[in-house]
């Protein structure tokens, strides 16, 4: 009798959904999968979207479907593919023990479930581990170029009203230049209201009675809110504001300076006085951050009394919370409970996590590596075509305008792949640095982290550690996987402890 079950495929971005890198492989892979095992595919899910975080529409639309229809199978082409993130794969996790789901990893040869061997849960964290290790570093790649653009000072986002984001055929990128239909509506804004004759209501008014908000873009309107923002950015006399911080652009500043903080002044002296709020507490804390509250779920702040002892604890946001505030060193005590059974990994301890890091590493060698080698091939290919377009049009064989069109193209194109190239070689450092650091980590955390400042520790404990609570003054620790596999193990000092069997022959 077959077995129902559900097949998940997922496309990293939207952008590698239409550039081609369709599905359909994953697919015909799972429905073959699906024929052989003699599964009855029930119903199919598909996701085009990021998985940095949590939230994928065609995954939830799975989990329900799965508790809902007593489903007992899933089938996926490998790990990377159904989770990048912790929040998912707890997900999972909770089929498998609630539900007895078990998930088929038909490229990796795998099946885990509530009852699969340790082992294979074991090498299964740690590919989830590495995979989203590999995505947070190529947002971090991400981040840093966008970081360099800012430092240039060039606007790296959707310019506001009054000025077009376009590309420069000169310099090869997108730069940002004023709009002449809204200049003088921006102008106007300006000139109005630094008179100080005008709210914000008559503002608009006196504007849209001139006709210059006719030429607003699509979807774009005048209203308090809008007009107010734009009254206040610094963008229109050449600065812009970048994660709280300002930079002198490269764009042209269509307001008089003068006007401009003439302006600030009329918004200044219209606002209502807000009450100082107090600093935000910059004091660097070890626990900060790492519990949630075991009573109501809410956050566990911290604090120092008396100049001198820090405390954590809940912060009741609109809640009856009973729980009392709780020494830093009676949670310190309970972290050597913790971390020691890492550093009692023994040589087949280091031999087992070594063994499942070279399985993720294939693993990454199997997907990561072949969309790498794939861009290079395409860069190889496009710098070939121009030097053919550039001999042809030397002889005449094409004609110019033809030739400026395709050089733009195909110089364009290299020079995105060039990004994306740098990304994957600076992403592949880290991961081989990240997998490392598995190894240090299960050997020397206890060490390290009694060494540690208390930043330093908030960093070890992040690194380790995930939903981890505090309940009636009770530190309750949730180990991350792999970690939690090692601790489990190391205190057992066998060979058979670490090869998940379970009988006596080895």
Not at 131 to 148: R, V, Y
Request: glycine share 6%.
């Amino acid at each position: 009798m077959s077995q129902k079950a559900v097949t998940y495929v997922r496309v990293s971005s939207k952008e590698q959904h239409d550039q081609g890198y369709s599905p359909d492989a994953q697919k015909r892979l799972l429905w073959g999968f699906a024929r052989a095992n003699g599964f009855d595919v029930a119903e199919e899910f598909e996701d085009a979207e990021t998985a940095k975080v949590a939230g994928r529409s065609a995954f939830n639309a799975m989990l329900v479907y799965v508790r809902a229809h007593g489903i007992k199978h899933i089938l996926v082409e490998k790990t990377d593919r159904l989770h990048r993130n912790f929040a998912d794969y707890t997900k999972i996790d909770d089929l498998m023990k609630e539900l007895d789901v078990t998930v088929h990893l038909v490229k990796e040869g795998t099946s885990i479930g509530r009852d699969a061997k340790s082992a294979d849960k074991f090498m299964h964290g740690i590919r989830t581990l590495m995979a989203k290790n590999f995505i947070d570093n190529l947002s971090e790649e991400t981040k840093k170029g966008m970081n360099e653009k800012v430092s240039q000072g060039e606007y790296p986002s959707k310019a506001p009203l009054g000025y077009l984001n376009v590309h420069d055929p000169n310099t090869k990128k997108n730069i940002v230049i004023a709009d002449e239909q809204n200049r003088v509506l921006i102008q106007a804004l300006y000139s109005l209201y630094a008179t100080g004759n005008h709210s914000l209501q008559s503002l608009i008014r006196a504007v849209t009675d001139m006709g210059l908000a006719a030429n607003l873009p699509h979807g774009r309107t005048l209203n308090k809110t809008t007009t107010t923002k734009i009254l206040q950015s610094p963008f229109y006399i050449g600065h812009f504001r970048w994660n709280k911080q300002t930079y002198k652009g490269t764009h042209e500043g269509i307001i008089d300076p003068d006007v401009w903080q003439r302006a600030q002044d009329v918004l200044s002296g219209k606002r209502l006085k807000q009450n100082n709020s107090k600093q935000h507490n910059l004091i660097p804390f070890a626990f900060k951050g790492i519990f949630t509250c075991g009573e109501c779920e809410r956050c566990v702040t911290a604090e120092i009394k008396k100049g001198r002892y820090v405390y954590y604890r809940c912060t009741k946001y609109k809640t009856n919370c009973s729980q009392p505030p709780v020494k830093e060193e009676t949670i310190l005590a309970k972290t050597g409970d913790l971390l020691e059974p890492l550093q009692a990994i023994d040589e087949h301890g280091v031999a087992y996590v070594v063994a499942a890091l070279k399985e993720s590493l294939d693993t990454k060698r199997g997907w990561h590596d072949k969309a790498y080698e794939a861009m290079l091939v395409e860069k190889l290919r496009l710098k070939h075509r121009l030097d053919r377009m550039y001999e042809d049009r030397l002889d005449e064989k094409v004609a110019e305008d033809f030739y400026e069109q395709k050089r733009k193209e195909y110089t364009d194109r290299i020079e995105d792949l060039d990004i994306k190239i740098a990304k994957h070689d600076r992403a592949d450092i880290n991961y081989h640095e990240f997998g490392v650091r598995i190894l240090e980590l299960a050997k020397n955390a206890k060490k390290l982290f009694e060494l540690a400042t208390p930043t330093e520790k908030q960093e070890l404990l992040r690194y380790l550690l995930s939903n981890s609570t505090l309940k009636d003054e009770k530190p309750e620790f949730t180990l991350k996987k792999p970690f939690l596999q090692i601790a489990k193990r190391s205190p057992l000092g066998e060979r058979l402890a670490w090869g998940g069997q379970r009988g006596s022959n080895s």
